[in-house]
Structure formats: structure tokens, C-alpha cells
């Protein structure tokens, strides 16, 4: 599998819409990744609608799943530095 890009998330909104760009890349269903992580359905599905906020501890299992893994970078500013 081709490796995906760097997104940065900034919300629980485009936290969800990458897993779930992730969890469809690799042709699994909610239910599939739920039973692979321990996560139920349901859960996987609010998570990926941006609506619950999960622990940290079940984002790394999902990203672990999904072959992904979470890392912290500078913020980049539109501002030019002073």
C-alpha cells in the first residue's frame, strides 16, 4: 500500500475524516476495525462524524490498525516571522 500523506488535524472533525479516509483506504467497515481495536461500531462511527471525543488511548489503537501513527509538529502560521 502506498504510503498517505501528513494531515494535519486541528478538530475532532478532521481527527474523524482521517480515520475514516484511512479505515476506507485499506476496504475496512466500522465494524471490521471495531472488532480488530476493541472499539464499538457505533464509537468508530461518532469518532469519524467528529461528535464524541475519544481518549487518546483508543485513537492510538485505531491508528495502530490502520497502520497510521500519531506525531506533534510545529503549527505553521500564515504570518511572516518578525
Avoid at 39 to 58: H, K, M, P, R
Avoid at 64 to 76: F, I, Q
Wanted: hydrophobic share 35%; aromatic share 2%.
Amino acid at each position: 500500500m502506498p504510503t498517505s500523506p501528513s494531515s494535519p488535524i486541528r478538530s475532532l472533525r478532521q481527527a474523524g475524516a482521517v480515520l475514516r479516509a484511512r479505515r476506507t483506504a485499506r476496504k475496512l467497515s466500522q465494524k471490521q476495525l471495531g472488532e480488530m481495536t476493541g472499539t464499538a461500531q457505533s464509537t468508530i462511527s461518532d469518532i469519524e462524524n467528529g461528535v464524541v471525543s475519544a481518549s487518546l488511548d483508543v485513537y492510538l489503537r485505531l491508528l495502530e490498525a490502520l497502520g497510521a501513527e500519531l506525531s506533534a509538529t510545529n503549527r505553521v502560521t500564515d504570518r511572516e516571522p518578525s
